[in-house]
C-alpha cells in the first residue's frame, strides 16, 4: 500500500474513508480554517442551479463552484466574502447546506472583488467528487440490451451490490490495476445519484424530490473476480478505485434523469452508446425500491446500471480486457466527462 493511501486511511477511520491511488489525496473533510462559521438555525435543504466539482488543494478536497467566468473555490469565496460556505461536497449534501451555498454563489456573482478567484478549469487538479458517503449502492442488469449481450435473465426487482469508499476515484487522474489479482478489467459507464434528503418507505412518485444532484461515473470491474470466483460481484468490483465519478455534481433541478444519452469510449472508440430512458427501473423505481429496505441518507450515492457494449458481452475471440495505457471517457449528457487512464 502506498503512503499517501495509508495516511489517507488513517485519516478516515476517523471521520472519512480512503479515496484513490496516485492522486496525493492524504485526508478528506477537514473544513478549511478560513470559512466563516454558520449559524446553528441556518436553513436546510438541497442547492439549485449550481454545477459543482471537487478540487485538490494542499492533499485535501476542497469544494468549488463551476461558473462561466471560471472555477471558484468556496472557502476561499466565503472567506472573501466573509460568509459560511461548505468546504466539501460531503459536507454540502450531509449537512444539507445548499442554501447556505446558493447565498453565497448569489453574493459572489454580484461582488466586485472577486475577480481573482476565478480559476481557468485547465489549472485544477481534481478530487473525487465525494470522499465519504455513508453508502455506495449500485444497481446491476439495468438495461434490456445489456443483459441480452451477456445472456442473463431480466430482473423482477433491481439487483443490489455495494463499493466502499477506498473505491472512490477522481476525474483525470491514473487508475492502477491490480495485477496481481485480477486480468480481465472491464468498464461500465453509468448515471450517479446523489441523495439529498433522509429517505425511508418514499413512493415512486416522490422519490425524485430525494436527490440533491447527478454525476457521471464508473462501475469499473474485475470480470474475472466477479464471475469466476463463485458469483462474488463485490469483490469484482469494489476494488481500490474501481468507482470513478466526476467531473462535476450537478443539481438535480437542472437533470431529467430519464433521458439522458451515455456513452464510454476506449482509446477514443465508443464502446456503448445509450439513453438513460433505455433503463428497466428508472431512478425513481431505483429509489422507492431501496429506501424500503435500506435507509438512504443525505450524501449516499447510487450506481444505476451500465447499457450495452462493455467487453463481458463481446463475442469471447473478441474480448480484449482493458490494460495498462488504456484511456477511459465516459459521458452523460449535460453531467460532463470522466476521462482516466489506466496504469
Known sequence: MDSNRRDFMKWGGLTAAAVSTGTGLTVAGAPPAEAATAPANRPRGMAKGLTLLQTLRDGRPRLALKTAKGIVDVADAAKLLNMPGPSTLDDLLQNEDGPQLNALASALDKAGNAAALYTPENGVAYAPLVTRPGKILCVGLNYKAHIAEIKDNLPKQPVLFNKYNSALHPHG??????????TKFDYEAELVILMGKHARDVSEADALSYVAGYATGNDFTARDLQLETGGQWMV???LDGFAPIGPYFVTADQVNPDALDIECRVNGETRQSSNTANMIFSCRQMISYISHRITLEPGDIIYTGTPEGVIQGMPKE???????????ACSLKGLGELTFSLT
Open 236 to 238: 469484482g468490483k469494489a
Open 318 to 328: 473478441k474480448q480484449k480486457w482493458l490494460v495498462p495505457g488504456d484511456k477511459i
Open 173 to 182: 487522474a491514473p487508475l492502477k490495476l491490480p495485477t496481481a489479482v485480477a
